[in-house]
């Protein structure tokens, strides 16, 4: 018998050996998480944001060195973000914070991609929650075991 003919063979074999490959159409097949494969995820219950009007909540802790400031208060009665107007700004940004009794938006924020600085908010950041995001009263959609180390500010 010919070599190519008997690694066919075998590899045919193989294959008709593993039941999870043998099955005939799709029902049976699951997702490594164990749902079946063919069922439609459905999206979760729409939440209210958890806090309240801006500057009554107190700071959200980060829970590691580089993690955005979360946002403590709800924003659902801002409006959406657009070139021409920016809520968050309005309260956040450099020439109105103090004003506000709001922590102002990071110096980074304020600079271009070359570094030069900016009297206000870069175009490039100007999409607030793409990073910074509110928090909602919600169970977990997935099983989370990570513990992160609360940071404190040091006093001066």
């Given at each position: 018998?010919?070599?190519?003919?008997?690694?066919?063979?075998?590899?045919?074999?193989?294959?008709?050996?593993?039941?999870a490959?043998?099955?005939?159409?799709?029902?049976?097949?699951?997702?490594?998480?164990?749902?079946?494969?063919?069922?439609?995820?459905?999206?979760?219950?729409?939440?209210?944001?958890?806090?309240?009007?801006?500057?009554?909540?107190?700071?959200?802790?980060?829970?590691?060195?580089?993690?955005?400031?979360?946002?403590?208060?709800?924003?659902?009665?801002?409006?959406?973000?657009?070139?021409?107007?920016?809520?968050?700004?309005?309260?956040?940004?450099?020439?109105?914070?103090?004003?506000?009794?709001?922590?102002?938006?990071?110096?980074?924020?304020?600079?271009?991609?070359?570094?030069?600085?900016l009297?206000?908010?870069?175009?490039?950041?100007y999409?607030?929650?793409?990073?910074?995001?509110?928090?909602?009263?919600?169970?977990?959609?997935?099983?989370?075991?990570?513990?992160?180390?609360?940071?404190t500010?040091?006093?001066?």
């Amino acid at each position: 018998m010919n070599k190519s003919v008997s690694v066919f063979l075998a590899t045919l074999g193989f294959i008709l050996s593993q039941p999870a490959l043998a099955q005939q159409g799709s029902s049976g097949v699951q997702t490594l998480r164990g749902a079946d494969a063919a069922v439609t995820d459905e999206a979760p219950a729409e939440r209210r944001y958890a806090g309240k009007a801006p500057g009554s909540q107190k700071p959200i802790a980060r829970t590691f060195s580089t993690q955005p400031p979360l946002i403590p208060h709800s924003i659902e009665d801002l409006g959406e973000v657009t070139l021409q107007d920016n809520r968050c700004v309005s309260c956040h940004g450099p020439d109105n914070y103090k004003v506000a009794g709001a922590p102002k938006v990071a110096n980074s924020h304020l600079k271009e991609r070359d570094g030069n600085m900016l009297p206000e908010v870069s175009p490039a950041l100007y999409q607030c929650t793409a990073c910074h995001v509110p928090q909602v009263d919600a169970k977990p959609l997935v099983q989370n075991t990570f513990r992160g180390v609360v940071e404190t500010k040091k006093k001066k």
